[in-house]
């Protein structure tokens, strides 16, 4: 492909994308496709000759399309949003276009400052404390990690190498690995899987720590299990909680969703602002006191509902990071970013750098120490040109519209699940996920659960689907079996969300007439 077939190509291509977008409505939401359905559409070898590009882009269609799961179906409402904006997508194509492989500040000046700046933009938009600042008169800074999870490992690798450190200045004959045997992490019975992944990768022991009536983990509960694995010899380093004060909730709320990831290691703790499953809050000063009267590392993850942030109205459910030692969200998932984009920040990149860190010759530059070479920041070597999306995203957008934004989504949910909780059917409890308190009200999801048993709940979420006039995922928390309706694209307007709660009741009133 030549230069000008590539912009007879590239024109079209936009205005695929562009259509794919104002036409998305008419897609099935779901593929109505059998496991191996693209085997029969494409040869079982490369071509070995090239082919034009007008016979590529009809596979588009042909081969692709038909087994896609439309994410920004304004009637996608399941796992969580994947943000999806043209300025993130042209931000890509020219990520794509420099092609860079940005492990140190040599292989890219630019793709390592734009990330140093975008980062501290994003520290002040969310006021968040000054010590993660890459001016702040520590060594505190952010960086673009691919995801949540990676950012979360990141954070166990780096406590434990800390804490195995300090077990050998005691024992400087100790080996590495009989250190490791010291240490143990904890985490909520509601934090997300990659919590425990990533304990288990970092091979380190862990609790999982009951949770109080209102799913959230409790300073004393904590503080109990690191006293009794201190009796044991033990050095707790990592916690991952999840806590939500009910209390302040309506009757018929369920548990928030804002995501903070609590880890102790005796040394670290890792807490979530609403989980996956259920929404649950971890109440970061209370832990925060915990962790630093103990001496342990607390990573916050707010990866779903950390966007909100930049709403001052919603900023009060981040008090208590400034006990943090690290903090991470997704702005992929609620800030018009395209994936993968998720913002991890630290009060003292020592922690980090000195886990990851091998100087091969041919790596090594004059102005190392000068501005963060990136490698040192995260497991892989090579890294994409990622600031450019948050740029192009803040740039284009501004904080304005981007609040705007979030805003828009809250009130759709808030305003017209509000209406059917009033006038809900006398078989379905609608449970909204809202944080209500006197300042402030933040929506990220809505639990939905059919009186009865958990197989009927189980039955609707398969009926629904298989519908496939909307697309939803379930939970469970404790024993209950229940639904989730999460708000996905900004695409979604009022009359969807009546749409999908027409769908939910009609498909709810064949379930229960089938079970009787």
């Known amino acids: 492909m030549n230069d000008e077939e590539f912009e007879a190509a590239g024109q079209q291509m936009l205005k695929y994308v562009i259509d794919y977008h104002k036409n998305i409505r008419e897609r099935r939401v779901m593929p109505d496709v059998r496991p191996g359905f693209m085997r029969k559409l494409l040869p079982d070898h490369a071509p070995h000759t090239p082919e034009k590009w007008d016979q590529l882009f009809k596979d588009i269609e042909r081969v692709i399309m038909p087994g896609v799961t439309h994410w920004h179906h304004p009637h996608f409402y399941a796992y969580f949003p994947t943000a999806n904006s043209y300025p993130a997508i042209l931000a890509d194509i020219l990520s794509d276009t420099i092609a860079c492989i940005g492990f140190t500040w040599a292989s890219c000046p630019s793709c390592t400052e734009l990330e140093v700046i975008v980062m501290d933009w994003l520290v002040k938009v969310m006021d968040l404390p000054e010590a993660f600042l890459s001016t702040s008169p520590g060594h505190g800074g952010g960086v673009i990690q691919g995801t949540a999870s990676e950012a979360t490992l990141v954070a166990v690798l780096s406590a434990r190498t800390k804490f195995i450190n300090k077990i050998k200045e005691k024992n400087p004959s100790m080996e590495d690995g009989v250190a490791l045997t010291k240490l143990i992490a904890y985490t909520s019975r509601q934090s997300h899987s990659s919590v425990e992944r990533a304990y288990m990768i970092a091979l380190v022991k862990y609790r999982i720590l009951d949770t109080d009536e209102k799913q959230a983990l409790r300073g004393d509960t904590l503080k109990k299990a690191i006293d009794e694995d201190r009796a044991k010899g033990l050095t707790p380093f990592f916690v991952n909680i999840s806590s939500i004060d009910r209390s302040r909730y309506p009757k018929q709320s369920c548990i928030p969703v804002i995501k903070i990831s609590m880890f102790i290691f005796l040394s670290q703790v890792c807490a979530t602002l609403g989980t996956t499953s259920s929404c649950a809050f971890d109440n970061c000063k209370e832990i925060g006191i915990v962790c630093e009267q103990e001496n342990i590392w607390m990573h916050i993850d707010a990866a779903y509902a950390g966007s909100s942030f930049i709403c001052p109205e919603y900023r009060p459910l981040l008090d208590g990071v400034e006990h943090a030692d690290s903090f991470n969200f997704n702005p992929h998932k609620w800030m018009q970013v395209t994936f993968d984009c998720s913002t991890m920040w630290v009060k003292n990149s020592k922690d980090i750098s000195q886990s990851f860190s091998v100087e091969p010759v041919y790596l090594k530059h004059e102005n190392e120490g000068l501005m963060p070479d990136y490698r040192h920041w995260h497991i892989p070597l090579g890294r ?48 909204l996920s809202i944080y209500l308190s006197i300042y402030l009200s933040i929506y990220l999801y809505i639990h939905i659960y059919i009186c009865g048993s958990n197989e009927i709940n189980e039955k609707l979420i398969k009926s629904i689907n298989e519908d496939g006039r909307i697309h939803m995922v379930p939970s469970r928390v404790d024993d209950t079996f229940f639904l989730r309706l999460s708000i996905c694209t900004t695409r979604t307007q009022n009359h969807d969300i009546d749409f999908a709660w027409k769908v939910v009741s009609e498909v709810a009133d064949n379930v229960l007439k089938t079970a009787k």
């Open 384 to 431: 994409r040109f990622r600031s450019l999306k948050l740029w192009f995203v803040l740039r284009l957008f501004g904080v304005k519209g981007l609040q705007d934004i979030i805003r828009q989504m809250d009130n759709y949910a808030v305003t017209r699940f509000e209406q059917f909780l009033l006038l809900h059917t006398v078989s379905i409890y609608l449970y």
